[in-house]
């Protein structure tokens, strides 16, 4: 927080840190990591809902195949090796890791995988969207699967990281065999209940209030990962101000989803430290260009936006800067795409935005046919992203200091997110985080024209046949380097034409005690077991 | 029950001579003697006063974005460090001025109470004195309205109306009926309460003599309502209006925290308390401290008033 | 009389299926509960599935039948967010919403009584001027900024009480879980019952000041002076006794609105109640849980006014000749 000038915390701050401080006695024995955060985890059942905080309590519980670490990079899981076979590059083999016992006792072998997998594909789940490319699991030995895809895919294993193994018989014995069916009246075994092979196993569960975990004794990796949780007390607290006030009065240890303004608090507080980062998530505008007139603009008869000049003033009159300085305090790093530095195709070089200049935007409207600007409707969340509705705000009052007058209209994502899907709006803002670190996940759902399995989240009515061609492309081509330049191509284009307005990738911010250390998860979705090298 | 008001009061001009009585006399005297009520009449005409000055005494125009600078966010108060003499009592998050923004959000604040108290009272009283005057079957119905009212809270009215209010009207935003949609809200939450007052007092009055007297001759019901049973049942509806207006203007502060009050971009007081409240742990209390205390005193200051006005209108407290 | 019963329960019933005709209507527009189910990248055709699935593409009538069938036998399915049996959600979250209100209404009584009957007995003293501004502050404030500053004073200033939750609980026999019991559960309850108290309190203290005035003006009070009764008899013997049925009265029927009342409460002190289950659903359009929530509260509305209603017709005779006649 180098900006942050200390002088203006008021002396009431001073006071409050010396009670907390007289307050806590911590002692360094403690085990237990009382864990909070904004939102809870909707069910147990690990395919049911494709959700971070679901994934964040599953981690701790279930396993996937792989898993991603804090820095994002894959590490075997129940899986120890994976390749795709020499002589069929549509099959992925896993080879999986022995002497596995869930926590009730039972061995894990390859019908768990296979059960697991399947189950994933059913209707009533939620992660089939991870599985498209997936024709069929086979059981090769009781240490062997393989996958076998719909054409080669050389990315699967990028999306196995969130995919839980279930125990086949346990589920099967415990009306866990298929995920919830919401017609269903009956509760689902997995829903609050937990069987997996995971490094904790479940103690108790009351949904939106606590969960607690213990440590298992019989985790495969207790001497690989010395994280010494011996517990794990998870209670959601979705009202910011009330999750800080119990940080900072001592009654819970680690907070995620930390408010960007009070983490400069947070952090001179004594006894308490921050740990922020980036997510692998670009926040941007999008801008809907397909429509022949605009349906909140006073410009009749055409569509300002359809002009590349305009969206190129939008953003040149966007202050990168001040949003990041100011809105963020310091908790992003603006981008020239939508994308971020984790992922594939990612070129220093190419992420680049126009310096702020407002004379320069005044004028490029004004050869665009507007020098008195236009009104527009910009439509944002006010529940999901980090300060969302703070960004769009700033963004009105910059877009307002060169005619363009904007209206802001701040919904839950519930409403949001549904209007983008349906195209309904002109201008709006969203967040995508990429799970499988590669651009073929954003081109696919944000530039490609929209179809029922594909740009679906392409509310700028952006279609362009030679572009979608060069996506597909990259679903199935097995030469990297090909498939590679490809992206960069796709790139260049977009660099090209703005269709969207990147504005940063936002930074998460996690606030623990200062006995312990956990680092930020690029995923937003911290490991404990990861904890065993880095805790103090 | 306090409707013992005396029943001749059938003539206008007899009505309006009795007011004048009570001006001269009674309610203005008890006024003068208390020094309270005196300051609190004062407090709520001079924030009044603010509000309907407001473009005039406000240094900018915090609704309009032009005039919003990023850089100037989250600044302390002038006589602080680092405070700037532009910005008297601060600047909020998104760098508006804080005293400004607190007179126009006044502006607001007060604008959505009247405006919903304006309509539960008209809803309330309107359908108190059909319900209180025909009786039976109307009577049951509306007051079986009345308890599926109650059912629904503030909170949830204003989230129905809200969700109505944006199916119905398509790509409308909210800066454009939040107004509206807020005073509806705070209107159909609050009518009961006038309609069960008035319809008490209305069953009482309808069989009096006047009433009696006034259907003989042939008079309309809704003349005899509005003219004859109205002003002698009104009394009571004088202190739920004043407690009530304090009532709105905290129901919309509550509704902002919620999420389903003005925007951001138009704060009223509850929006800017709302803000603030997300920085008061952060050190910028500033954002809260004002609006809060400008919205305390203010519904303070109506409360009181309407406290001195339901001791004086009782007349067996005098 | 059997007759007059008969028909308020009727009406009753009728109050309640207009609120479950309303609470359905209400939730076709507020979001897409499907967009909440599903993950962010679901394709569209699998979202198609569901919603029909859902029966949300079903005759706008026929959803209404199916609702208020399964409504009247208290079925409102699985909660769209936890994908667990509403009813049960809604029987665990009660204890906690239950001893909240509980305790805040016996707060409420035993601080705003004393306070109502002192400023009536001494109107123009300066503790009771002192009181009476004191509790127009309690409505004054909003409930979730008096809840903020409490805790700010309380939890993080002074680290005295907690600042969220409902600390320990323990379970009683079948399910109940308390608070009440252990030290953590009642200091966890203070903060929160006080927020939630203030406004009724408030009210209290002003209705039992208002009617003791009234009933000091009264004959029999006068009489009672004039035979030479001793003051304090006369105030707690007599006024208290004729202000206390109607103050019961209103607060019985205030219980529902501090249920009401207790979203926010809740909200603010993340107190696992019904109230926060409700608004969670409210923001995440879990329709099921909204469905049973508003059932809920509308029930407990219309029956007790019904038991005040019939109450009101077996004391008052004049009452009971209008209702009759009608």
Do not use: C
């Amino acid at each position: 927080m180098k900006q942050m000038d200390k002088t203006r915390l008021p002396a009431l701050f001073a006071a409050t840190l010396l009670a907390t401080t007289a307050l806590v006695t911590w002692s360094a024995e403690a085990k237990t990591l009382r864990w909070a955060r904004s939102q809870d985890a909707t069910t147990l059942d690990p395919h049911s809902g494709n959700t971070g905080p679901n994934h964040v309590l599953g981690h701790n519980i279930y396993e996937p195949l792989v898993i991603r670490g804090f820095d994002g990079k894959l590490v075997g899981a129940l899986a120890t090796s994976w390749r795709v076979l020499p002589d069929n590059p549509s099959v992925w083999e896993f080879k999986l890791r022995p002497n596995v016992k869930f926590h009730n006792g039972n061995a894990f072998t390859a019908d768990d995988v296979v059960f697991s997998i399947k189950r994933a594909l059913m209707p009533a789940a939620d992660m089939k969207s991870l599985l498209v490319s997936v024709e069929d699991v086979t059981k090769v030995d009781d240490l062997t699967v393989q996958f076998k895809t719909k054409g080669p895919n050389p990315l699967l294993v990028n999306n196995l990281t969130n995919l839980f193994i279930m125990d086949k018989e346990w589920s099967e014995a415990n009306n866990a065999a298929t995920p919830q069916n919401l017609k269903e009246k009956t509760e689902n075994g997995a829903t609050r209940n937990a069987n997996g092979t995971g490094p904790f196993t479940l103690v108790s569960r009351e949904p939106d209030v606590r969960t607690v975990v213990k440590k298992n004794d019989a985790y495969w990796g207790n001497a690989e990962y010395n994280h010494g949780i011996t517990e794990i007390v998870y209670r959601p607290i979705p009202e910011a101000a009330t999750r800080v006030a119990a940080l900072l009065s001592g009654e819970i240890d680690y907070l995620q989803d930390v408010p960007v303004q009070d983490i400069a608090r947070l952090q001179t507080a004594q006894g308490i430290k921050v740990e922020a980062g980036p997510e692998n998530r670009p926040i941007f505008l999008g801008f809907n260009i397909g429509l022949p007139e605009l349906r909140s603009s006073d410009v009749k008869g055409k569509n300002p936006l359809a002009d590349v000049r305009v969206r190129q003033a939008i953003n040149t009159a966007i202050n990168r800067d001040a949003i990041q300085r100011v809105t963020m305090r310091g908790q992003s790093e603006p981008v020239g795409m939508v994308w971020s530095r984790f992922i594939n195709g990612y070129d220093k070089a190419m992420d680049t935005w126009p310096k702020y200049d407002v004379a320069a935007a005044k004028k490029l409207l004004a050869d665009a046919g507007y020098p008195n600007g236009f009104s527009i409707t910009l439509h944002t969340t006010n529940d999901r992203y980090v300060n969302d509705e703070g960004i769009a705000q700033s963004v009105v009052a910059m877009l307002g200091q060169i005619g363009v007058k904007v209206t802001l209209v701040a919904h839950s994502l519930r409403v949001h997110f549904p209007g983008i899907q349906r195209g309904e709006y002109d201008f709006y803002l969203l967040g995508w985080g990429i799970p499988t670190f590669d651009s073929h996940y954003i081109f696919n759902d944000l530039y490609r024209t929209k179809t029922p399995s594909a740009g679906t989240w392409n509310g700028t009515g952006l279609s362009n046949a030679e572009l979608d061609a060069k996506i597909d492309s990259l679903n199935s081509e097995v030469d990297t380097a090909k498939r590679n330049a490809t992206i960069v191509d796709i790139w260049k284009w977009i660099k090209e034409n703005d269709v969207y307005a990147p504005i940063h990738v936002q930074f998460i911010a996690g606030a623990m005690r200062s006995e312990w250390t956990i680092p930020t998860d690029v995923e937003n979705t911290p490991k404990m077991k990861f904890l065993g090298a880095s805790r103090s | 029950m306090s409707s013992t008001t005396a029943p001749a009061a059938t003539s206008a001009s007899a009505r309006k001579g009795r007011i004048a009585r009570i001006l001269d006399s009674d309610i203005y005297a008890s006024f003068r003697s208390s020094k309270v009520t005196m300051l609190a009449a004062f407090v709520v005409v001079v924030m009044m006063l603010a509000a309907l000055l407001a473009p005039v005494l406000a240094t900018m125009n915090p609704f309009d974005p032009a005039q919003v600078f990023l850089m100037n966010a989250s600044l302390p108060p002038s006589w602080l460090p680092n405070g700037d003499p532009q910005f008297v009592i601060g600047t909020d998050d998104q760098g508006r001025d804080l005293y400004s923004a607190i007179l126009y959000g006044l502006r607001v604040s007060l604008a959505v109470g009247f405006a919903g108290v304006a309509l539960a009272a008209t809803l309330g009283i309107g359908l108190g004195l059909i319900a209180g005057y025909f009786g039976g079957r109307v009577d049951a119905i509306i007051m079986r309205v009345a308890d599926i009212q109650l059912t629904f809270p503030a909170i949830l009215i204003a989230l129905l109306v809200d969700g109505v209010v944006h199916a119905l009207l398509k790509g409308t935003n909210r800066e454009g009926t939040a107004f509206w949609v807020l005073a509806l809200s705070i209107g159909l939450s609050f009518w009961v309460q006038y309609a069960r007052t008035i319809r008490g007092s209305t069953l009482v009055e309808r069989n009096k003599d006047y009433v009696q007297a006034a259907r003989l001759v042939g008079l309309p019901a809704p003349v005899i309502m509005v003219r004859h049973v109205l002003p002698n049942v009104i009394g009571p509806v004088l202190v739920i209006l004043t407690i009530n207006l304090g009532l709105a203007i905290i129901t919309e502060a509550t509704l902002s925290f919620l999420g389903v009050g003005l925007p951001p971009t138009q704060p009223s007081l509850g929006t800017l308390i709302n803000i603030g409240n997300q920085y008061l742990f952060s050190g910028d209390w500033w954002i809260v401290a004002f609006p809060g205390a400008t919205l305390a005193v203010l519904v303070l200051a109506v409360n009181l008033l309407g406290d001195w006005l339901r001791d004086a209108l009782n007349p067996k407290l005098r | 009389m059997t007759a007059f019963i008969l028909r308020r329960l009727l009406q009753s019933l009728g109050v309640l299926i207009a609120v479950a005709l309303i609470a359905f209507l209400m939730f076709r527009f507020v979001g897409d509960p499907v967009n909440q189910m599903v993950g962010i990248d679901t394709p569209q055709a699998e979202v198609e599935r569901l919603r029909q699935e859902l029966g949300l593409n079903d005759p706008v009538l026929v959803q209404i039948a199916r609702f208020i069938a399964n409504a009247a036998r208290f079925e409102f399915g699985i909660s769209y967010q936890f994908r667990l049996p509403v009813t049960q959600l809604l029987a665990e979250r009660a204890p906690a919403t239950l001893e909240l209100a509980l305790v805040s209404a016996i707060f409420s009584l035993a601080v705003g009584i004393p306070m109502g009957v002192y400023t009536a007995l001494r109107r123009d003293s300066a503790l009771a001027k002192a009181f009476q501004a004191v509790s127009l502050v309690g409505v004054s404030l909003p409930t979730f900024l008096i809840g903020i500053l409490l805790i700010y004073l309380f939890s993080v200033t002074l680290g005295w009480l907690p600042s969220f939750g409902r600390g320990q609980v323990v379970k009683l026999g079948n399910g109940w879980s308390t608070g009440l019991l252990t030290t953590s559960g009642l200091k966890a309850l203070i903060l929160p019952a006080i927020t939630l108290g203030l406004f009724q309190m408030t009210l209290i203290m002003r209705l039992v000041r208002a009617e003791m005035l009234e009933v000091l003006r009264t004959d029999y009070i006068k009489f009672a002076r004039a035979r030479g009764l001793k003051t304090r008899a006369i105030h707690f013997g007599h006024a208290l006794k004729n202000t206390l049925v109607p103050v019961i009265t209103i607060a019985g029927l205030q219980l529902g609105s501090i249920i009401a009342f207790a979203i926010i409460t809740e909200t603010v002190f993340q107190w696992p109640g019904m109230g926060l289950l409700f608004l969670k659903a409210v923001q995440s359009v879990d329709i099921p849980i909204m469905a049973a929530y508003l059932m809920m509260i509308g029930f407990l509305f219309v029956v007790i006014n019904l038991i005040v209603d019939l109450l009101y017709a077996l004391v008052d005779p004049r009452l009971r000749a209008t209702i009759g006649s009608a």
